[in-house]
């Protein structure tokens, strides 16, 4: 005896349901692909910021002080003492005739200023000039520039700490591509040991300094205006027809 048809054999066959989409766009869609340049846009981006820096550090901690050298000036950009000392001992070896401190406090009276070093009264008063104008390094590099071109020097020793160095001449070359910028730099005691990356503290500096060298850079090359520097309200071009 043939059993009867079940109640299956009368169900039509059930297609298989399609997946539901999701509310994601489509992988061809315009906004997926912008999705997709932007992570691509922001991996170049970090590539070359580590990059660039690891340039940066290797710049800085290869640079070395220079034995015997002479200019016919020497300027040093405040920031410690210990930059003024080094600058006015190079006077004192005469490496230079004349030395520029860039920078300084409105508040420091050149008698203090010359305490904190080891020149004579005498040399400090004919030989010394002080300059309480820049407030930055752009004010550093337009006060330096404006001195050297008052007193028409062709070449001057740089003064500052090695971290700090590269900046330097770049906003001083940048104004001035006639003189010649010999670096002399002070040798910060924690970028000198060979895992200065490990210590926080010298890891913070050499970040911090290195975004600001990329952030110079990237505005000379949008043509940014980048303001004087100086606490006065003078030009931050130099002088023409040096």
Not at 89 to 105: E, N, P, Q, T, V
Request: charged share 25%.
């Amino acid at each position: 005896m043939t059993s009867g048809p079940t109640s299956n054999d009368h169900e039509p066959q059930r297609k298989p349901e399609r997946r539901k989409r999701s509310g994601w766009p489509s992988r061809r869609s315009p906004l997926r692909r912008f999705g997709r340049w932007m992570i691509f846009v922001c991996v170049a981006s970090i590539a070359i910021f580590c990059g660039g820096f690891l340039w940066f550090a290797n710049d800085v901690t290869s640079l070395k002080t220079p034995d015997g050298v002479k200019a016919d000036a020497i300027v040093v950009l405040t920031g410690g003492y210990q930059r003024i000392d080094q600058a006015a001992g190079l006077l004192r070896d005469g490496a230079g005739k004349r030395l520029l401190i860039s920078g300084a406090h409105p508040s420091a009276t050149p008698n203090q200023i010359r305490k904190t070093t080891q020149v004579s009264a005498s040399l400090f008063s004919c030989c010394v000039d002080i300059g309480y104008d820049a407030i930055d390094t752009i004010g550093n590099a337009n006060e330096i520039i404006r001195w050297i071109h008052n007193h028409g020097y062709r070449s001057v020793l740089v003064v500052t700490s090695n971290y700090h160095m590269l900046r330097s001449l770049h906003e001083l070359r940048r104004r001035d591509a006639e003189t010649e910028f010999i670096p002399y730099p002070v040798i910060n005691a924690d970028l000198a040991r060979k895992a200065w990356f490990t210590d926080p503290d010298a890891l913070r500096i050499m970040l911090g300094e290195y975004g600001k060298m990329a952030a110079a850079m990237l505005r000379d090359w949008a043509g940014m205006y980048q303001g004087s520097g100086l606490r006065t309200d003078a030009e931050d071009e130099p002088p023409k027809g040096k």
